[in-house]
């Protein structure tokens, strides 16, 4: 399988990696990663948020600091497909260069993957491969673990 390389250089503000975060609700994670790239250190421009829910508080927290939403609704798609190429259009529309899924609550397609290998990066909210899926806090607290955190991992 081979790989896009992925450049990554820290501070080189002349060249900012062109970020797209597909979220589905209130945007924690993607707070972070806007606090990050409007540092004047960064590596990162985050050049749109898509949301696959309407109304959510991310769409909010993006449109605060004026970086562009769109809500590409799951539930207005025939197919799991349909949906993801709808997205996969709108990223190229903004010539997106790495896309975070940061709380976004939906299994991509093959097909979707594909296009974005090495590009596409999740927040996942447990140390993986344990507690997966959904609830991965109400999982760690239920299995009363001492040690917990997040994992950062290329979608493959």
Not at 89 to 113: K, N, P, Q, W, Y
Request: hydrophobic share 40%.
């Amino acid at each position: 399988m081979g790989f896009k390389k992925l450049k990554v250089s820290n501070g080189d503000i002349k060249n900012k990696k062109r970020i797209g975060v597909l979220i589905s609700g209130s945007g924690t994670n993607l707070q972070a990663l806007i606090d990050r790239s409007l540092r004047h250190d960064s590596s990162s421009d985050i050049v749109l948020v898509v949301s696959n829910k309407p109304g959510v508080k991310g769409l909010e927290r993006a449109q605060n600091v004026g970086i562009p939403t769109k809500v590409i609704n799951h539930k207005e798609y025939k197919s799991r497909l349909d949906f993801d190429m709808a997205v996969h259009s709108t990223l190229e529309e903004h010539d997106v260069e790495l896309v975070c899924l940061a709380g976004f609550m939906r299994i991509l397609t093959g097909d979707f993957v594909r296009k974005w290998t090495g590009q596409l990066i999740n927040i996942h909210p447990s140390l993986l491969p344990s507690f997966k899926g959904v609830d991965a806090h109400k999982q760690v607290l239920e299995a009363g673990v001492t040690l917990s955190g997040c994992t950062v991992h290329f979608v493959v």
